[in-house]
């Protein structure tokens, strides 16, 4: 549990406010950052245990917002006990931590209304520790609102539109949706399928972020969803329409010039170099990358990095295979092959299922294919996928007042090491 104790960080390195800060401390109390100036003045208290960073680089613990499972455990597998499911979701919460990811969304790919009902209340979000593994943020479900032409690894067989707007989703998820962010905090659709643009703003009403994805939408339809709402595009590159110079599709809006610019900066990337106010949150959306060089070519990475750079969130969309050798498993019930590379396929085919990847690797990946500051890399898995969430006062930055999650990085040769984790201020045992 977190302690009253106050505790100091030196010799440390400190990622703060997009820069990496050599001349100062880092305090934290009872799970939070704190400001040293009120001990002093008010507490007239010092710190009670000293941690020494030894020149080590301090950045705010890792988010994952889009992970299916791991070490055999797949978040929709419905058929064991409520008791054993709850022990697999514990499993993979406790593993993600040895890789710095302090907080995450667990994802159900597309089911049928009984597994929501039976699985999404086991994924609501709750505080993370050190015994009790990375925080769960809310549920991210993926589909079955999505493309029959895109469906990737998803079962066609569960697919539904939406043509009564938020009473179809509500009748497909159950009870769990009407309960908002506490336990969906993502949802990804498809633009085009009927209905789905009228049902994004009730979604968002709920504080739920809506996510494009498995869609074969043109361009318009993508502008649309985002005018009405959509703030982010799972895994970019794939399950999409490939990119066309006369319709650019879902891809395109990384290039939009002509979107509503937002009223606040909750929920929006910041402005970069390439938005279309440099003074004002950027309206495109967020997108999510699987830095595996599996799914998405180096190349690739860069022309999206280049062209919304605050944009980027770096997800794993790893499946009940990472943690494990190569091998078959099973994901939303089918059955999926990882070869040496780790390249999870549907068994017998050479459509990508998800990956096997780590999020400290990608992020070493991110840098490596970009060419772009460590910085800016933690910040792909820190600080943007929180300001997505909408949860960037809380999480993805040392900023006073966030949770005392942080990892200690070795980054001596150029690269990023996990070294140490702590999460609520708790120090994990690796």
Request: net charge negative; with cysteine; glycine share 8%.
């Given at each position: 549990?977190?302690?009253?104790?106050?505790?100091?960080?030196?010799?440390?390195?400190i990622?703060?406010?997009?820069?990496?800060?050599?001349?100062?401390?880092?305090?934290?109390?009872?799970?939070?950052?704190?400001?040293?100036q009120?001990?002093?003045?008010?507490?007239?208290?010092?710190?009670?245990?000293?941690?020494?960073?030894q020149?080590?680089?301090?950045?705010?613990?890792?988010?994952?917002?889009?992970?299916?499972?791991?070490?055999?455990?797949?978040?929709?597998?419905?058929?064991?006990?409520?008791?054993?499911?709850?022990?697999?979701i514990?499993?993979?919460?406790?593993?993600?931590?040895?890789?710095?990811?302090?907080?995450?969304?667990?994802?159900?790919?597309?089911?049928?209304?009984?597994?929501?009902?039976?699985?999404?209340?086991?994924?609501?979000?709750?505080?993370?520790?050190?015994?009790?593994?990375?925080?769960?943020?809310?549920?991210?479900?993926?589909?079955?609102?999505?493309?029959?032409?895109?469906?990737?690894?998803?079962?066609?067989?569960?697919?539904?539109?939406?043509?009564?707007?938020?009473?179809?989703?509500?009748?497909?998820?159950?009870?769990?949706?009407?309960?908002?962010?506490?336990?969906?905090?993502?949802?990804?659709?498809?633009?085009?399928?009927?209905?789905?643009?009228?049902?994004?703003?009730?979604?968002?009403?709920?504080?739920?972020?809506?996510s494009m994805?498995?869609?074969?939408?043109?361009?318009?339809q993508?502008?649309?969803?985002?005018?009405?709402?959509?703030?982010?595009?799972?895994?970019?590159?794939?399950?999409?329409?490939?990119?066309?110079?006369?319709?650019?599709?879902l891809?395109?809006?990384?290039?939009?010039?002509?979107?509503?610019?937002?009223?606040?900066?909750?929920?929006?990337?910041?402005?970069?170099?390439?938005?279309?106010?440099?003074?004002?949150?950027?309206?495109?959306?967020?997108?999510?990358l699987?830095?595996?060089?599996?799914?998405?070519?180096?190349?690739?990475?860069?022309?999206?990095?280049y062209?919304?750079?605050?944009?980027?969130?770096?997800?794993?969309?790893?499946?009940?295979?990472?943690?494990?050798?190569?091998g078959?498993?099973?994901?939303?019930?089918?059955?999926?092959?990882?070869?040496?590379?780790?390249?999870?396929?549907?068994?017998?085919?050479?459509?990508?299922?998800?990956?096997?990847?780590?999020?400290?690797?990608?992020?070493?990946?991110?840098?490596?294919?970009?060419?772009?500051?460590?910085?800016?890399?933690?910040?792909?898995?820190?600080?943007?996928?929180?300001?997505?969430?909408?949860?960037?006062?809380?999480?993805?930055?040392?900023?006073?007042?966030?949770?005392?999650d942080?990892?200690?990085?070795?980054?001596?040769?150029?690269?990023?090491?996990?070294?140490?984790?702590?999460?609520?201020?708790?120090?994990?045992?690796?």
């Amino acid at each position: 549990m977190a302690s009253d104790k106050i505790y100091k960080i030196i010799n440390a390195r400190i990622l703060l406010n997009h820069e990496i800060v050599t001349d100062s401390y880092l305090w934290y109390q009872n799970g939070k950052i704190i400001h040293p100036q009120n001990l002093f003045f008010s507490a007239r208290r010092d710190a009670d245990e000293i941690i020494d960073a030894q020149g080590l680089l301090v950045v705010p613990g890792f988010i994952d917002t889009q992970i299916n499972g791991a070490y055999g455990i797949d978040f929709a597998d419905h058929d064991e006990p409520v008791e054993v499911i709850e022990q697999n979701i514990s499993k993979v919460a406790k593993g993600l931590l040895k890789y710095g990811c302090t907080a995450f969304c667990p994802t159900v790919v597309s089911s049928c209304p009984e597994v929501y009902e039976k699985v999404l209340p086991l994924l609501n979000n709750r505080p993370g520790s050190a015994s009790a593994g990375a925080t769960i943020l809310g549920a991210h479900v993926e589909g079955p609102f999505i493309s029959y032409e895109k469906k990737g690894a998803h079962n066609p067989g569960v697919f539904k539109d939406a043509k009564r707007g938020i009473e179809d989703l509500d009748e497909a998820y159950g009870s769990q949706l009407k309960k908002g962010s506490d336990a969906v905090r993502i949802i990804t659709l498809a633009p085009e399928i009927e209905g789905i643009c009228n049902a994004i703003p009730d979604l968002v009403k709920r504080n739920i972020v809506v996510s494009m994805g498995h869609s074969a939408c043109k361009i318009a339809q993508a502008e649309e969803a985002v005018t009405k709402g959509a703030s982010s595009i799972t895994h970019l590159f794939n399950a999409m329409q490939a990119f066309h110079h006369r319709d650019p599709g879902l891809i395109g809006v990384l290039g939009a010039a002509d979107l509503p610019i937002p009223a606040t900066s909750s929920r929006h990337p910041e402005a970069s170099a390439t938005s279309p106010d440099r003074q004002r949150p950027d309206p495109r959306p967020f997108y999510g990358l699987i830095c595996d060089g599996v799914h998405v070519h180096p190349n690739s990475i860069r022309i999206a990095y280049y062209s919304h750079p605050t944009g980027a969130v770096l997800v794993t969309d790893t499946l009940s295979a990472m943690g494990l050798p190569k091998g078959v498993y099973i994901l939303g019930g089918s059955e999926v092959e990882v070869d040496e590379k780790g390249g999870a396929y549907i068994k017998g085919t050479r459509t990508l299922a998800g990956s096997t990847i780590t999020i400290d690797q990608c992020i070493r990946n991110f840098k490596k294919f970009t060419n772009c500051s460590i910085v800016e890399a933690v910040e792909a898995a820190t600080l943007h996928p929180a300001r997505m969430l909408g949860i960037d006062n809380q999480k993805g930055t040392l900023n006073v007042g966030a949770d005392a999650d942080f990892v200690f990085l070795d980054d001596s040769n150029d690269d990023i090491q996990v070294k140490r984790v702590f999460i609520a201020g708790e120090e994990v045992e690796l």
